[in-house]
């Protein structure tokens, strides 16, 4: 398993490699929306200018004929009439009528066909009035500028709303936009493509649009567009820059990875350092404080550099745990184990060989596996493996902490409780787990000093161990009163610095055999431990 830490920072590193792509999208998609926005803003400029204007244009033209007419539909009327038509951009007839509308003459001489699609709108400043109609068989709408001439004469001037044909407009709109021509009191005039996803959208349809006002006359032009489709527009770019950025977080991701790799991350040394096999077993001999007898060993780490330097588990063993990197070692030093006490296995069948777990182990039953893949066809019985669990972190789920210990158990081994009395556990939580040893923490033992009679908190956890009927072992153990006081009360096998600390594989090696060779007292112990050393 890698380690917790090393998963989220190369998380942290994918993350940040993608970030170019991200900002390609972001930047790109606000990019068109400022620039759709603005052509939006100026496409409606251009009409409402177009139609303000042709309006100002015919209202300018008509002041004119007024001004030059004395009187209406004269010859001299009829040549300022065509004068101006000949001159304007896009006044294309003008007609004199009565209130009724009555028909009195024209700049050609024919009948005006037309009608009326709203009524006559005041032009805000201006004496003219404006009125939207149908102009003969004219296809885009048009206006009518009319100013009074008298008390009942009217004089007319007729211009296309927009000077392009509906069809003209219609194929330089973008595909899904559209424009709509209407008066400020919301009768249309006129439509350029489909406005009905506009009028239906809902606040998840993003569109781009703009309306504006043409200048003082009482019309407004609306134009939008689906911003999905003006994003469309840029595929070109959007891949061009994606790409880009592809290759930009490329580029991240190795330098990430490759910083982290390198790096001195705790995590990743110490990762590395088990693949490397740096990660050794040292083996702390369990001798028996009557006879002198060897009765096994507790499996503890050590992290050889390659350098030669000695790191001690206290500096990254709580570290492992919590980074998860604690199952791993743990299955590499059993991997060790096998193969360095294969052989006094057999030699010495009743040696017993404790091996730690952590919380981790018992959140699924794997641990079990583990151990019949590696001791299964081993010299290691499974009878002779202890696992030692600590009730310094309380067993998060107690159903498969059962379970684990149940399957250990069915393969013949024993658990241990470490650390005892320093934890939360009480009576009823050990005999729940089923707990074969209880071993009495170092705290406990040093209590006993020269010339001690009675420590009653260890005393009562060696009567709680009895209680249980569990063995005991006691852990620290320096001095020879210590170690007289625990012989005392019963407590048959020990372990500490009296006796010999943990020793590579070479020096237990050579202690183990010396010991099984012969029943040895504790002077002939210490002597063995030092030479082995």
């Given amino acids: 398993m890698k380690s917790r830490y090393s998963h989220i920072l190369t998380l942290i590193g994918a993350l940040l490699a993608f970030v170019p792509i991200m900002a390609v999208d972001y930047l790109l998609d606000s990019y068109v929306r400022v620039r759709e926005k603005e052509q939006t803003r100026q496409y409606v400029a251009g009409v409402t200018s177009q139609i303000e204007i042709g309006v100002n244009d015919a209202i300018g033209a008509l002041r004119r004929i007024l001004a030059e007419s004395p009187s209406l539909c004269t010859p001299t009327f009829v040549a300022n009439v065509q004068r101006e038509i000949e001159t304007s951009l896009s006044m294309k007839q003008v007609l004199v009528e009565n209130s009724d509308g009555v028909q009195y003459c024209d700049a050609f001489g024919r009948t005006v066909a037309y009608s009326p699609l709203s009524e006559n709108l005041p032009v805000p400043g201006h004496t003219e009035t404006i009125t939207l109609v149908q102009l003969g068989d004219l296809a885009m709408p048009a206006l009518k500028i009319t100013q009074t001439f008298g008390q009942t004469r009217r004089v007319s001037a007729f ?229 030692e669990i600590t009730e310094r972190h309380p067993l998060a789920n107690s159903a498969v902490a059962n379970s684990v210990i149940a399957g250990l158990h069915a393969l013949g081994s024993r658990i241990a409780m470490d650390d005892a009395g320093t934890g939360h556990s009480n009576l009823a939580y050990l005999a729940t787990l089923g707990v074969d040893i209880i071993k009495i923490d170092r705290i406990f033992v040093d209590m006993v000093k020269p010339g001690t009679t009675q420590v009653p908190v260890l005393d009562g956890l060696i009567s709680m161990a009895k209680d249980l009927d569990c063995e005991i072992v006691a852990e620290g153990v320096e001095t020879e009163e210590q170690a007289l006081y625990l012989r005392a009360r019963g407590v048959v096998q020990a372990q500490g610095f009296i006796f010999a600390p943990a020793l590579k594989i070479g020096a237990f090696r050579e202690l183990a055999t010396a010991l099984h060779a012969t029943a040895t007292p504790r002077s002939r112990i210490e002597s063995i431990v030092a030479s082995a050393a």
């Avoid at 296309?160 to 407009?169: D, F, I, R």
């Avoid at 570290?319 to 590499?332: C, F, N």
């Fill in 159 to 387: 211009m296309p709303l927009m000077g392009q044909t509906s069809e003209g407009l219609t194929q330089a709109l973008p595909s899904a936009a559209m424009m709509r021509v209407m008066l400020t009191n919301g009768t249309p005039v006129l439509t350029i493509g489909d406005p009905g996803a506009y009028d239906r959208r809902t606040s998840s349809a993003e569109f781009v649009m703009a309306e504006a006002f043409a200048g003082e006359l009482p019309l407004k032009v609306e134009y939008a567009i689906p911003f999905v489709m003006a994003r469309a527009a840029y595929a070109d770019l959007d891949v061009a820059f994606t790409a880009i950025a592809c290759g930009m977080s490329a580029i991240v991701l190795l330098l990430s990875l490759g910083y982290v790799r390198r790096s001195r991350v705790p995590a990743f040394d110490l990762e590395r350092a088990i693949a490397r096999g740096e990660v050794k077993p040292y083996y702390q001999p369990v001798i028996n404080l009557r006879t002198g007898e060897l009765m096994g060993c507790e499996v503890l780490c050590r992290w050889e550099k390659k350098n030669g330097q000695i790191v001690p588990p206290g500096a990254f063993i709580d570290y492992a745990e919590v980074t998860g990197l604690a199952i791993p070692m743990t299955l590499s030093l059993m991997q060790q184990v096998k193969f360095d006490l294969g052989d006094l296995s057999q030699m010495m069948p009743e040696l017993k060989i404790s091996i730690n777990l952590f919380e981790g182990h018992f959140r699924d039953d794997s641990i079990v596996e583990d151990v019949q893949a590696i001791f299964g066809n081993s010299p290691v019985n499974f009878r002779q493996l202890v696992f």
